[in-house]
């Protein structure tokens, strides 16, 4: 390896390194500062319900993440650090201003607070997520990992804290967070963050966003708002039990980072339905055990809960990511309505919650088998609509010409199927391996291969290690090379 490649891949890994925590620190602020584990659900004790519900829906960022997407300039290299020093101020300031009033004070005071708030944690999830897009494939879904790790951890240690030392910890998150946003947006950035294009490529992306926007950000809100309502059933019910929620729900964001762990590496595709066939079984045992009155089996329903929650909104955001690759050059778009769905899931679940408690008996256990059935039946129609508005290649090929290496790593798209074939043949390659070869003489990352065979990152792997086996080459570009000299012959 080259000094230039060495230098590139310890910036590339610094860079993924900030990402991680800075996405991090950002969620776990929003989950420690307003824990959806609270004794009554609300953000402020004495707060009458209509207020409680305009404070959720600005805490949340619902709306300054939409107003982002009308404000692209923000984003951009001469303006950048302005914006991030800006965002962190304002986070800071509403955070700060949270401490110092008390339920008392006037209800639109403590909405303008929330929404200070939900100013700062939109503009950096925004940023973290144009971020992310910069990454290839398997940097994407490797740092999805990590963040719900991180996240699990940092939840874990600060809802055990004390209120004086958890507040003082919970201001110094925007500081931090803004470190590591400088350090890589403006320190040491890759490329901008917002991708120009052509005014005729834009307009034809324009048009196909138009087209999946809807379905897009329809699926994510409709699916966060189940999650977010299903926990408040089960959380508002038992507000004690046996083990600390936080405790558990800390622990439900690393378990569910080992289970996309997993899912990424042994599933054939990662998405909304692949996610629903296994989160929402899980959510539906966690939420048939809310009647029980065994300590242990509220336990594990509490666990299983919250595995539920954060895996289905982390793969949820990763789609969101996916799509926003894929768009080339409308990044902020979709990041800016995904990640707005998100938020607004999460702000109609409690908020429908305390409407429907208003009117119904949540203690019922008939409730809680009409709402698991609802919900559920309508989730999967909804999810399979999205599959089929989107079509298959959305669903099973996120990841496109982003993920090649540059220049002269990739045989030409050309000669690579003859090259494939010649090889092939010499060696004794299958037919699997035949077509897994071309793609990697394209430079297909290992996601891509996955997504278009529909088979296991794992399986992936297996088949790269017979190619190389049965050729005699050590990696990637000794392949190329080889392909390259068989071409030239």
């Not at 490649?5 to 602020?29: D, F, I, P």
């Not at 949270?98 to 200070?116: C, I």
């Not at 090889?423 to 793609?439: F, H, V």
Request: hydrophobic letters at 55%.
């Amino acid at each position: 390896m080259s000094e230039k490649e060495s230098r590139r891949g310890m910036r590339e890994y610094r860079n993924s390194a900030l990402r991680v925590l800075g996405m991090a620190l950002t969620l776990a602020w929003a989950f420690c500062a307003a824990p959806p584990i609270s004794a009554d659900g609300t953000f402020w004790e004495g707060v009458s319900a209509g207020a409680q519900i305009l404070i959720r829906f600005s805490a949340v960022g619902l709306v300054p993440c939409i107003v982002f997407i009308f404000a692209p300039r923000l984003f951009e290299p001469q303006m950048l650090t302005r914006s991030i020093l800006g965002a962190a101020a304002l986070w800071l300031a509403g955070w700060l201003g949270t401490m110092g009033v008390s339920a008392s004070a006037p209800a639109p005071l403590l909405v303008a607070l929330a929404f200070v708030n939900g100013i700062g944690t939109s503009f950096f999830l925004v940023f973290w997520g144009l971020a992310l897009c910069r990454g290839d494939a398997e940097r994407i879904e490797r740092d999805f990992v990590l963040i719900l790790v991180l996240v699990g951890l940092v939840v874990m240690v600060t809802l055990g804290l004390p209120n004086a030392i958890l507040d003082g910890v919970l201001a110094a998150v925007p500081v931090a967070v803004a470190a590591c946003a400088l350090a890589d947006g403006v320190v040491l950035p890759n490329e901008p963050l917002l991708r120009k294009s052509d005014g005729e490529a834009r307009g034809e992306r324009e048009e196909t966003a138009r087209a999946t926007l809807t379905p897009l950000v329809l699926s994510v809100a409709f699916s966060v708002t189940i999650v977010s309502f299903v926990w408040c059933m089960f959380s508002l019910r038992h507000q004690e039990l046996m083990v600390s929620k936080a405790l558990l729900f800390g622990l439900g964001f690393m378990v569910s980072g080992l289970a996309i762990w997993l899912f990424v590496k042994y599933s054939p595709s990662v998405g909304f339905v692949a996610a629903a066939r296994w989160v929402l079984p899980v959510m539906a045992c966690g939420l048939l055990f809310n009647g029980s009155e065994i300590p242990e089996l509220l336990v594990a329903a509490c666990l299983m809960l919250s595995v539920a929650h954060a895996a289905f909104e982390m793969i949820l955001r990763m789609q969101v990511i996916s799509f926003a690759r894929k768009s080339r050059g409308d990044e902020l778009l979709y990041v800016g309505w995904g990640f707005a769905a998100i938020m607004a899931g999460a702000f109609l679940g409690p908020s429908l919650y305390m409407v429907v408690t208003m009117a119904v008996a949540i203690d019922s256990l008939h409730l809680t088998l009409v709402v698991l059935a609802v919900l559920v039946g309508a989730s999967s129609l909804l999810l399979l609509d999205v599959e089929t508005r989107l079509g298959r290649s959305h669903s099973l090929h996120p990841y496109e010409k982003a993920d090649h290496p540059a220049g002269d790593e990739v045989v030409a798209a050309g000669g690579t199927s003859e090259a494939a074939q010649d090889i092939a043949e010499r060696y004794g390659l299958t037919n699997r391996e035949c077509e897994i070869l071309g793609m990697l003489l394209q430079g297909r990352s290992r996601p891509y291969i996955r997504d278009t065979l529909y088979v296991s990152i794992s399986t992936v792997d297996t088949h790269v290690r017979h190619i190389y086996a049965k050729v005699g080459v050590h990696n990637k570009q000794e392949l190329i090379d080889l392909a390259q000299q068989s071409g030239e012959a």
